[in-house]
């Protein structure tokens, strides 16, 4: 493995532009030693994979609060590091009996189906189906898969993706790059709102960007969500989930279609096709409540201390799954155990600064989300719900799943073009000699994914960012590949587990960055907001 770059060198590289703030000078000085343990202990068996609501929750947050206490941090809740996020707890028994059209439906094997409702069970006896496209209805784009159709008491069948994925010439949506009709979120949340019994999305590996397996072990066991007002609950399909593409041909060859050719008439055009058999559908349901928590910590400045830039990181993984054999827990070390620390670790060099009598105008505010794997659900509520208000949030700066590969000549901010908020991660990146660039594979949706697009819903310049393509040299580029292989097959799965092997000098240059970008924002009076072309432009313009 290629040695680390030194921690001096890095310092000169992260430099911050601030001349008359001595510490500012000379960088951020993170102690890699500690990040690996933080990313170690989070990562450990003995916290069972961190699922919400569970043993592996509490010692999350009670070595988290007892990091950020050390700093000197401030709880954000009125003293409290901890909100309180109320939640539901969905668990659909693996015992279900599936007939789509006559042909019966293997659980895990051939399809992966819940119910986010407090019913007892789902009994769906002779329900149509209709396929719809891909699910989608935007006026912007002049396409609706749901024209003229009535879907009380049916069943939608719907592809992943968008049709821009599959048709990038187009000019329909945004080409290979998903939006988010594109997320398999917007397909069932629409579904719902034409009245569908329920939602079936046909899984495709290359179009979603993950494989089968990925569904498998995370749509399966319990299923956490937000505990939603009556209606809006009531409102929701009544079964939801996946079925492979495998299945998904042989059920349109036995109806007598031909699924290739109607995934590519959908590209084109708006498609509805309401096949001849009918769905049956039985298993058992139950719902559970409980809360989960945000941990929020708060960092003061000085005179415009109301106004806050946040630092967000998922703490939750998937927990662990004692039907499997062998190892049982999914660790996620990578994801997100890695962005956690970085976020742990960037707010104890502000602490120290602080501390040292370098204080940023603007305040700090480090969130820690619950349920991001179940839907963004930590970063949701507190967008709904925050702690500080969201005109006066600045700009979210997300960390998920952090550079294990080396070093890079290039910075990925993923859904580049979005906001003026890109600017200051732009120069901080330069000024360590990298280039910032778009996220490789726009295809798969990523900036929908991860917490911080939760906050760009309601207008808050917020960015996903870290890594690149390009290693540094020869040496790391060998590093990579090899990593790369050993990790194969890793994401949300028992494998994603801490290794000492990691090259972690990557993830300390990005967290450079956004130490830059926050130091530089947080003692300016910029207001950055969001650029023309993007879907949030009118909720923040950028002046």
């Known amino acids: 493995m290629k040695p680390l770059l030194p921690l001096t060198l890095l310092a000169l590289l992260s430099a911050c532009s601030n001349a008359g703030n001595q510490e500012a000078s000379t960088g951020p000085q993170f102690n890699e030693a500690r990040y690996r343990n933080d990313i170690k202990v989070l990562a450990s068996d003995e916290f069972e994979g961190r699922a919400p609501t569970t043993k592996g929750e509490k010692l999350t947050l009670d070595y988290l609060v007892t990091a950020f206490k050390a700093m000197g941090l401030k709880g954000a809740n009125q003293g409290s590091f901890l909100q309180s996020v109320p939640m539901v707890t969905y668990s659909a028994s693996e015992n279900q009996s599936v007939s789509l059209a006559g042909l019966q439906a293997s659980y895990r094997k051939d399809i992966v189906l819940g119910s986010r409702h407090d019913n007892g069970g789902v009994d769906i006896k002779d329900a149509p189906l209709v396929f719809v496209g891909y699910g989608v209805k935007a006026?912007?784009?002049?396409?609706?898969?749901?024209?003229?159709l009535d879907m009380k008491g049916k069943i939608a069948v719907i592809l992943v993706n968008d049709p821009g994925f599959a048709a990038p010439d187009s000019g329909k949506f945004n080409g290979k790059a998903m939006t988010y009709y594109g997320r398999w979120s917007y397909k069932f949340e629409e579904a719902?709102?034409?009245?569908?019994?329920?939602?079936?999305?046909?899984?495709d590996t290359e179009p979603a960007s993950y494989p089968w397996?990925?569904?498998?072990?995370?749509?399966?066991?319990?299923?956490?969500?937000?505990?939603?007002?009556?209606?809006?609950?009531?409102?929701r399909v009544q079964v939801e989930g996946w079925m492979t593409l495998d299945f998904a041909n042989k059920l349109f060859t036995q109806q007598g279609q031909d699924l290739t050719a109607l995934m590519q008439q959908a590209a084109k055009a708006p498609t509805q096709v309401a096949l001849a058999g009918k769905a049956n559908i039985q298993f058992a349901n139950e719902a559970s409540y409980s809360d989960s928590y945000n941990l929020v910590a708060t960092l003061p400045g000085t005179d415009a201390a109301n106004e806050h830039i946040l630092f967000t990181a998922h703490w939750d993984h998937i927990g662990k799954d004692e039907t499997k054999e062998g190892d049982q827990i999914y660790n996620g070390a990578l994801d997100n155990a890695s962005g956690t620390a970085a976020i742990v670790e960037i707010a104890r060099q502000f602490a120290r600064e602080a501390a040292m009598g370098h204080k940023l105008r603007r305040s700090l505010t480090f969130v820690a989300t619950t349920g991001e794997e179940q839907g963004l659900l930590g970063s949701r509520y507190y967008a709904a719900n925050p702690l500080f208000p969201l005109k006066d949030t600045i700009a979210v700066l997300n960390m998920d799943s952090t550079n294990v590969y080396g070093r890079t000549k290039d910075f990925t901010i993923v859904g580049k073009g979005q906001s003026q908020l890109e600017t200051y991660l732009i120069e901080a990146a330069t000024r360590q000699g990298r280039k910032a660039v778009g996220d490789r594979n726009p295809a798969s949706g990523g900036f929908f994914r991860s917490d911080h697009f939760s906050f760009a819903k309601y207008g808050v310049p917020a960015v996903f960012a870290g890594g690149g393509d390009e290693p540094v040299d020869q040496v790391t580029a060998d590093y990579k590949e090899q990593m790369k292989l050993k990790m194969k097959g890793c994401y949300h799965n028992v494998c994603d587990h801490y290794r000492e092997d990691w090259d972690l000098s990557g993830a300390l240059e990005d967290m450079a960055v956004f130490y830059g970008t926050a130091r530089a924002l947080a003692d300016s009076s910029d207001r950055p907001g969001y650029l023309k072309g993007s879907e949030f432009h009118s909720l923040r313009p950028a002046s």
């Open 139 to 148: 006026p912007e784009y002049d396409w609706d898969d749901y024209a003229g």
């Open 192 to 203: 719902s709102r034409q009245g569908a019994l329920g939602a079936i999305i046909i899984h």
């Open 213 to 235: 397996s990925v569904v498998e072990n995370s749509w399966t066991g319990p299923q956490q969500d937000l505990v939603l007002a009556k209606a809006e609950r009531d409102a």
